[in-house]
């Protein structure tokens, strides 16, 4: 399993949001074509699925809030499900 995989996994599974890296939460989000606008320490990421941009900022340690992993989370499934009912 290769590193995108065990991050988006780990997003998805929802059991660590609390230890999730903000830099890899935000690789993920390049990932997967949002678009990213950066002000200071809020990166703010969008796509043209969502109604709301995700405004992500890290902790102190390094990590990613752990209610913003959930706000990507809840992100990913609507996009996942708009995806998977265009096949």
Excluded: T
């Amino acid at each position: 399993m290769g590193k995108f995989e065990k991050v988006l996994h780990r997003v998805l599974n929802g059991e660590a949001d609390a230890n999730v890296e903000f830099a890899d939460l935000c690789w993920l989000l390049q990932k997967l074509a949002f678009h990213e606008r950066v002000r200071g320490s809020h990166h703010v990421y969008g796509r043209s699925e969502l109604k709301d941009g995700l405004n992500l900022q890290p902790r102190r340690d390094g990590k990613a809030k752990e209610y913003q992993v959930k706000q990507v989370r809840d992100a990913l499934r609507v996009i996942l499900r708009e995806e998977g009912s265009n096949d």
